[in-house]
């Protein structure tokens, strides 16, 4: 019977897979709605992130394509913030803005490695399991380095 759950439940994501539904101008009126509520910004992340991590365990590699599809949108907002940066700020300013979020991202992305290297060395999960929690993490670097970004940089735009 757990075999049949089990393939009705990877059948029923490979109808209806989950997409990562990461709304840029969501998240943005998301964290000025937090920081002027004194609350904590970084739950936008997971809120924009939600569908991805609602994805059942039992499927794997399809919350791992909603991870990697949610990056990818956290990447376009990093270089669509960066370009409105670069038009509105002095060139110097520009720069210390790249440097940073590249560093941000950089330094979460190195913590993402060293969780799946001891996940691939000593963990006991599986390999679609270690792929997802990769997936999930770089998503999240993504993410919070684009609302660090995007709070640093509000007076900027």
């Known amino acids: 019977m ?6 009705l439940a990877m059948l029923a994501s490979l ?6 539904e990461v709304d840029i101008s969501e998240v943005d009126a998301c964290l000025t709605e937090r920081l002027s509520a004194g609350r904590a910004p970084a739950t936008c992340i997971d809120d924009a992130q939600s569908d991805c991590m609602r994805v059942d365990n039992e499927v794997p590699a399809v919350a791992t394509l909603c991870f990697v599809e949610a990056e990818k949108k956290w990447q376009n907002g990093i270089s669509g913030l960066m370009a409105q940066i670069s038009d509105a700020a002095p060139d110097e300013i520009a720069a210390i803005a790249a440097i940073e979020v590249k560093y941000d991202l950089l330094s979460a992305l190195l913590q993402c490695s060293r969780m ?3 996940s ?3 963990g ?3 390999e679609p399991a270690i792929l997802r ?3 999930r993490c770089k998503s999240n670097a993504a993410g919070l380095s684009y609302a ?4 640093r940089s509000r007076d900027l735009r």
Do not use: F, W
């Open 2 to 7: 757990l075999c049949l759950s089990a393939a």
């Open 15 to 20: 109808i209806h897979p989950a997409a990562a």
């Open 116 to 118: 799946e290297e001891l």
């Open 124 to 126: 006991r999960d599986s």
């Open 133 to 135: 929690q990769n997936a």
């Open 148 to 151: 660090r970004l995007y709070l």
């Open 120 to 122: 691939l060395t000593v």
